[in-house]
């Protein structure tokens, strides 16, 4: 193991992969070999077959783990790949508390799949530690946090909800795709499983779709290892490369398009056309003080609301730098609109009652220059308002 002194930014690149042990190689070798020659039939060295352990796929497992804090990885093939496979540690009649406005595609596995295998939900406002305690049921065995949430960014108190899962035997699954262990670190607050969508931040570079799966007591990480094993939704060697590549430059990334997002939601408070901003690292969200205890910034993802659809629609046409995609966590500022985009899989009814209005835009901030970035949506804003003139 690397020595533990050093701080995380410099553990991204100084970690038990720094260099290849047998060639020196300063880049983890890509091993494509499916399946690996034993010596005799008896004997089986540390890999066998692809699906089960693979040493590339092995690096980034180890190396998210060292990071996360944590004593066991996993990669998976796409972030919900990590989460469905997390799920399945449950069984028939189990029950799972969820925070309610998490990830369209999560939203969609509790309900759509789960629901086909006896594993029941109940979605709670997850910032209120009242309404989570109430929620919690002899049967309850895991409590699923994400924060910030997606696509308001509520902020949940970590240990609050540790604490409540701790007292009721339940274990607590939080998704850390919006942070990374960069600006928090979950399993250091006591949660049991910490799961990333790698697509995002860790990778970084809008160019491979991954999940990960962080753990530290051992016999957790044996069931993990086993679902891994037997649903096989593991990550391809090339795109665990192109992971470990990404996280090489993850600190610096993430920490510069954090800066970027508090100037935008500083300066979006002051456009008229917004009517609110929602933004963990400004003083003025209700979860700022837990932000600032919990993690290092308020990260790199903000979401702002405009009147309804239609000034959504005239805004965005006339942007000219964020690509507007689904998607979040890339070099490229990304613009997407949650009703049609992450959480489509949504009926509009569940969305609203969640605050998920039509009017809603999130933005993830990239590398590019803050002030070109506000320079566009000032342009943007000025030929869309013109525009909805115009019309009325
Ligand atoms: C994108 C995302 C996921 C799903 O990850 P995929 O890699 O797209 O499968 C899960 N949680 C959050 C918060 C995400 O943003």
Redesign the pocket.
């Known amino acids: 193991m690397t020595d533990h002194n050093f701080s995380f930014q410099t553990k991204l690149l100084h970690n038990d992969y720094k260099f290849d042990k047998e060639t020196g190689a300063v880049s983890v070798p890509i091993q494509h070999a499916s399946t690996f020659h034993q010596q005799n039939l008896d004997e089986f060295g540390p890999f066998d077959y692809g699906r089960s352990g693979n040493p590339t796929r092995q690096a980034l497992e180890q190396t998210i783990a060292e990071l996360e804090g944590g004593r066991f990885g996993f990669a998976f093939s796409?972030?919900?790949?990590a989460?469905s496979t997390a799920f399945l540690t449950l069984s028939q009649g189990d029950h799972v508390l969820v925070s309610n406005d998490c990830?369209g595609?999560?939203y969609r596995m509790v309900t759509e799949v789960l629901v086909r295998y006896g594993i029941e939900h109940t979605f709670v406002d997850m910032t209120d530690l009242q309404e989570v305690a109430l929620n919690i049921q002899p049967n309850t065995k895991v409590i699923y946090i994400?924060t910030p949430s997606?696509p308001l960014l509520k902020v949940t108190d970590i240990q609050g909800v540790v604490k409540l899962a701790k007292a009721n035997n339940c274990l607590t699954f939080l998704?850390n795709?919006?942070l990374t262990p960069a600006l928090q670190r979950p399993l250091e607050l006591g949660v049991d499983v910490v799961?990333h969508?790698?697509?995002?931040f860790i990778a970084g570079h809008s160019d491979v779709?991954?999940?990960l799966t962080v753990v530290n007591d051992e016999e957790l990480a044996k069931q993990i290892a086993f679902l891994q094993n037997s649903i096989g939704a593991v990550l391809g060697v090339q795109d665990c490369w192109l992971v470990l590549r990404g996280l090489k430059t993850l600190q610096i990334r993430i920490e510069q398009s954090s800066k970027a997002a508090l100037q935008l939601a500083e300066w979006l408070q002051t456009v008229p056309e917004v009517e609110q901003v929602f933004y963990p690292g400004l003083k003025s969200h209700p979860g700022y003080p837990i932000q600032l205890a919990q993690a290092k910034s308020g990260g790199a993802v903000l979401s702002f609301q405009l009147k309804d659809e239609e000034a959504v629609k005239q805004f965005v046409k006339h942007l000219q730098i964020p690509v507007v995609a689904v998607?979040?966590?890339a070099v490229e500022s990304i613009l997407s609109y949650p009703a049609k985009m992450?959480h489509a899989a949504m009926s509009k009814e569940e969305r609203h009652k969640r605050g998920i209005s039509d009017g809603l835009l999130r933005l993830s901030l990239g590398l590019e220059d803050p002030a070109d970035l506000i320079n566009d949506f000032k342009q943007a804003f000025d030929k869309s308002n013109l525009r909805l003139k115009v019309k009325k």
């Open positions: 796409s972030g919900m790949a989460i990830y595609g999560t994400e997606n998704d795709t919006f799961l969508s790698a697509t995002k779709v991954a999940g998607s979040l966590g992450s």
